[in-house]
């Protein structure tokens, strides 16, 4: 089972438009990371969230972590063709007490110019 | 170094062969993890190091696959007798504290596995 579900796994969209990605569980984290990973390359940290209703905006990306701290969402806006790679959430949780950060499947991203 | 360094890149490997996939992260990080991708999937966790020893190995898939860390650095996992459902990207990650709950992991570019 997956303890982290992304949706939409895919996602094509046109350059300008905006769109939302979506992490949810049925368990509650710590803190919830959103990563972007393009071909050929790790994952790289966008940004971290610790307070359930915190939001974080990053130029045109704006994360929301849930009240009760069990989803997140991302949001672009006027999204670009460098926007384009896969977008992963991972949550910090004790699982079989061991901290350990779990990620989810990813949604992978295309934006067409 | 400047980043967490993995090699090699790329690894073909034939049904039943042992490969050894190595770790070099950041300078200084004492916590050190692995990771596997399979295509259009997610992170696997494999395993997760603090300084030389290995708090959770819950991930590894089976007794196949065995992992170490000499020096509080450098890392090898090493799969033997490798099968085709072994193909996946294997990737490292480090970062300075504990269990990356807050902190910000780091990734290497990781090692694309292919069994034949």
């Known amino acids: 089972t997956q303890l982290l579900e992304q949706s939409p796994q895919f996602l094509s969209i046109q350059e300008g438009e905006n769109l939302t990605v979506y992490c949810n569980s049925s368990s509650v984290f710590s803190s919830l990371q959103w990563y972007r990973q393009e071909p050929g390359e790790g994952p790289v940290l966008l940004v971290t969230?610790?307070?359930?209703?915190e939001v974080k905006k990053l130029k045109r990306l704006t994360f929301q972590f849930g009240d009760a701290r069990k989803d997140s969402s991302l949001h672009i806006t006027a999204a670009q063709p460098g926007d384009t790679g896969l977008y992963l959430c991972?949550?910090?949780?004790?699982?079989?007490?061991?901290?350990?950060?779990?990620f989810g499947q990813g949604t992978r991203l295309t934006i067409n110019p | 170094g400047a980043g967490v360094s993995q090699s090699p890149s790329n690894k073909v490997t034939e049904k039943g062969k042992d490969v050894e996939l190595r770790c070099d992260p950041i300078?200084?990080?004492?916590?050190l993890y692995w990771y596997r991708q399979s295509l259009g999937q997610g992170l696997e966790f494999l395993i997760y190091f603090q300084g030389n020893s290995a708090p959770d190995k819950s991930g590894l898939p089976s007794d196949r696959f065995s992992a170490e860390r000499t020096g509080g650095s450098v890392s090898t996992l090493t799969i033997q007798r490798t099968q085709q459902e072994d193909s996946a990207v294997y990737l490292c990650?480090?970062?300075?504290?504990?269990?990356?709950?807050?902190?910000?992991?780091?990734f290497g570019q990781g090692t694309r596995l292919t069994v034949v």
């Open positions: 991972a949550g910090g949780a004790i699982i079989q007490g061991a901290q350990k950060l779990v």
């Open positions: 990650a480090s970062s300075w504290d504990g269990p990356m709950l807050n902190t910000e992991a780091f």
């Open positions: 969230v610790v307070t359930g209703g």
């Open positions: 300078s200084g990080h004492t916590a």
